[in-house]
């Protein structure tokens, strides 16, 4: 029984140390149990009726928001979880910003041979950079990111096997001890620094930009949006042939004028420039008598 209990105190001491090594390195940094979960519990758990909290209670808790660089903080917060045998380094933070890309292999996913085909396509190569092992055979790669950048959380968004934590996620640091067994730094990377991550890799990462859906004016009714649909759904070799038809009836039927910038932009989303959108939609209009 007292090896027993002699051995989480142990793990919990490594665990520390590794944080505050981790600290040092300017990473904020939260205690975790053996299943890789934030070992301390939110103060609010108890309380359905508690308003969200990010810490601004001052009590331990709340996962990643309670992450810290301060040595004494996280002393504060390994003392007040003598369980903890790990530690999540929380993304996203100054002065790293660290973007964390998951390589996992359950359920057979390859996804390191994902990470190559994806940068074989966009163009990227992934910098010398930490690796850390998993206990499942998987690796973590950390990377930087943008100060004024902020990267999601994703699970499996980029290809299978490859998960994102970002803004709001948190690493298991090496060294720590979990029930699958323990984090180490792979070899020949633990004196890097992380790197940054590569341009076309981010713009992976981020969502894509929400664009306003096309909608006609209220005056051009059912018909204005039936022609947007035709032209939304040209292909290459017919963009152009499609736009010029749709704006030949917009103008036949009284509402060119008003159709004509929405008639461009759906064009445009199909590949056409926006000089040659605006040009086939003024020779529709000369072509109907009508001035553009």
Request: overall charge positive; some cysteine; charged content about 20%.
């Amino acid at each position: 029984m007292a090896t027993t209990d002699r051995y989480p105190r142990q793990a919990t001491t490594l665990a520390l140390a590794h944080a505050l090594s981790a600290a040092e390195r300017g990473l904020a940094v939260i205690p975790l149990s053996r299943t890789k979960l934030p070992a301390l519990r939110s103060p609010h758990r108890d309380d359905p009726t508690a308003p969200p909290c990010h810490g601004e209670c001052g009590r331990p808790g709340h996962g990643v928001y309670d992450a810290s660089t301060d040595p004494a903080r996280i002393r504060e917060l390994f003392a007040a979880a003598p369980w903890a045998t790990g530690y999540g380094i929380a993304c996203g933070l100054p002065p790293h910003h660290l973007i964390g890309v998951d390589l996992d292999t359950k359920s057979g996913a390859d996804s390191s041979t994902a990470l190559r085909e994806l940068a074989l396509r966009h163009l990227f190569t992934i910098p010398p950079t930490v690796v850390v092992l998993t206990p499942s055979g998987g690796r973590h790669l950390w990377l930087t990111g943008p100060p004024d950048v902020v990267v999601p959380n994703s699970a499996g968004r980029l290809a299978p096997g490859i998960d994102i934590r970002g803004a709001g996620g948190y690493l298991v640091g090496p060294g720590s001890r979990t029930d699958h067994g323990v984090y180490a730094t792979a070899p020949g990377s633990a004196h890097l620094a992380p790197a940054p991550c590569p341009r076309a890799l981010l713009r992976l990462l981020l969502p894509p930009p929400r664009t306003p859906r096309l909608t006609p004016p209220a005056t051009a009714g059912a018909h204005g949006r039936g022609l947007i649909q035709f032209v939304l759904a040209a292909h290459e070799g017919q963009r152009n042939t499609r736009l010029f038809w749709a704006a030949c009836r917009a103008y036949e039927d009284g509402i060119g004028p008003e159709l004509a910038d929405a008639l461009v932009d759906a064009a445009v989303r199909t590949g056409l420039t926006a000089r040659e959108a605006r040009s086939t939609v003024a020779s529709a209009a000369r072509m109907t008598g009508h001035r553009p």
